[in-house]
């Protein structure tokens, strides 16, 4: 079965703090994702990755940044959090093709 | 503009209720994923079809390409169906999808 973990399933932070998402996969996939899930808005895609080190822009990539040193691991950074970047954050990943994308249980963050 | 929609957005049913989600889309496609997320965010993929019909336990799902519209159905609906439930479809680039909204769905007992 293939399983992404991500690092905490809630988080609280304060305005202005740098905050890191870690996403790990162990099923080898070259493709890696992070959306966001507000109400009402669906998921939107942040930022995506299709190999080690190579990165690209999503949908909503403004106060992102990502990190993809090891094929396994995919990590999301808010530089700065601000409130407005409370939600839910999910991270997926797939084969390549446009296959099933296997999704972790999602972190909760709130910034306060 | 949105490529994927979905209806209803919520819907409550009785236990033992026939239930339909609707998904309509703008692009075209090769397939189309339903997705399922329960309370607590996981999600998982419940299809993914190109064509006609597919049936797993009490969930069907169905798709006419020329009309750009699938529908997912739940037979004798159970309060442990109540999530979210998402249609996603395939973008031109990238391995990525569009997703519609979502419809949550309560089912009481």
């Known amino acids: 079965d293939v399983k992404v973990t991500q690092s905490s399933r809630y988080l609280v932070k304060r305005t202005g703090e740098k905050v890191f998402l870690e996403c790990v996969q162990d099923?080898?996939?070259?493709?890696m994702f992070w959306y966001r899930q507000d109400p009402g808005l669906g998921l939107r895609l942040i930022y995506f990755?299709?190999?080690?080190?190579?990165?690209e822009k999503g949908d909503i990539p403004e106060g992102y940044s990502v990190s993809r040193e090891k094929k396994e691991r995919f990590s999301l950074i808010l530089e700065s959090a601000s409130t407005n970047q409370t939600s839910m954050y999910l991270c997926?990943?797939?084969?390549?093709?446009?296959?099933?994308?296997?999704f972790g249980p999602g972190t909760r963050l709130t910034v306060l | 503009k949105n490529e994927v929609e979905q209806s209803p957005q919520n819907l409550t049913a009785q236990e033992g209720e026939f239930i339909t989600i609707n998904c309509s889309y703008s692009?075209?496609?090769?397939?189309l994923h339903w997705l399922q997320q329960h309370p607590g965010g996981g999600i998982v993929s419940l299809f993914m079809?190109?064509?006609g019909k597919k049936k797993h336990g009490r969930l069907i799902a169905t798709i006419n390409i020329q009309e750009k519209h699938s529908s997912l159905h739940i037979t004798a609906s159970h309060p442990r169906d109540s999530a979210v439930y998402i249609c996603?479809?395939?973008?031109?680039?990238?391995?990525?999808?569009?997703f519609g909204t979502g419809t949550s769905l309560t089912v009481i007992p």
């Open positions: 990755s299709y190999d080690v080190k190579m990165k």
């Open positions: 079809l190109s064509s």
């Open positions: 099923m080898d996939h070259e493709n």
């Open positions: 997926a990943s797939s084969p390549p093709g446009y296959n099933e994308q296997f």
């Open positions: 996603a479809v395939p973008r031109n680039t990238g391995n990525q999808f569009y």
């Open positions: 692009v075209g496609i090769s397939a």
